[in-house]
T-cell receptor, first 117, second 119 residues
Framework: AQSVTQLDSHVSVSEGTPVLLRCNYS??????LFWYVQHPNKGLQLLLK??????LVKGINGFEAEFKKSETSFHLTKPSAHMSDAAEYFC???????????????FGKGTMLLVSP | DTGVSQDPRHKITKRGQNVTFRCDPI?????LYWYRQTLGQGPEFLTY????????KSRLLSDRFSAERPKGSFSTLEIQRTEQGDSAMYLC?????????????????FGPGTRLTVL
């Protein structure tokens, strides 16, 4: 079984300051991990994904995440927040499943990022 | 590439009525997924198609729910005898398999969703 825990339901930062959104996962197999962002009234957009290559993954809009197997974590960071980053962020795990034929995504409950001027 | 589209975007219905939603995936994506998202929660998996075959259904998909993908292209999700607890955002996603690559590495592209309100 796979699961995801997003440790903060809300994170507030000031524009120009660093962003840290925390995520821990549990997986029975070799997982792939994703971060998606959801802006109000818009669809989920993929920020970045980890698929067992480099542990430091760079995504769009200056975001990056580091896969740490020993800590079962996949935290999302950005050096400097922008007002347009305000949205809800989901950490997602995907298992290869027992027969590797398919997999499904398991989402965390989301972290709402608030950016103040 | 126009992305994943869903229709309608909003649906308001009375309890007990049937509703049907449509999803058009990105062309040539052979995998299609349905998810449900309630307020304050992340999306939860409902069901999955590879081409026209429905390969997995979540326990969340009760007997009142049925999904089809008759020609391996668009998909429909029908809810019969709707209940207030069915009120949610219904999301569709699609992905493309690549030979030799594990399915877990697929990137799923999401549509904008259909928001269902059951009165």
């Amino acid at each position: 079984a796979q699961s995801v825990t997003q440790l903060d339901s809300h994170v507030s930062v000031s524009e120009g300051t660093p962003v840290l959104l925390r995520c821990n996962y549990s997986s029975s197999y070799s997982p792939s991990l994703f971060w998606y962002v959801q802006h109000p009234n818009k669809g989920l957009q993929l920020l970045l994904k980890y698929t067992s290559a480099a542990t430091l993954v760079k995504g769009i809009n200056g975001f990056e995440a580091e896969f740490k197997k020993s800590e079962t974590s996949f935290h999302l960071t950005k050096p400097s927040a922008h007002m347009s980053d305000a949205a809800e962020y989901f950490c997602v795990v995907s298992d290869k499943g027992p027969n590797s034929g398919y997999s499904t995504l398991t989402f965390g409950k989301g972290t709402m990022l608030l950016v103040s001027p | 590439d126009t992305g994943v589209s869903q229709d309608p975007r909003h649906k308001i219905t009375k309890r007990g009525q049937n509703v049907t939603f449509r999803c058009d995936p990105i062309s040539e994506h052979n995998r299609l997924y349905w998810y449900r998202q309630t307020l304050g929660q992340g999306p939860e998996f409902l069901t999955y198609f590879q081409n026209e075959a429905q390969l997995e259904k979540s326990r969340l998909l009760s007997d009142r729910f049925s999904a089809e993908r008759p020609k391996g292209s668009f998909s429909t999700l029908e809810i019969q005898r709707t209940e207030q607890g069915d009120s949610a955002m219904y999301l569709c996603a699609s992905s493309e398999t690549t030979s030799g690559r594990a399915a877990s590495t697929d990137t799923q592209y999401f549509g904008p969703g259909t928001r269902l309100t059951v009165l």
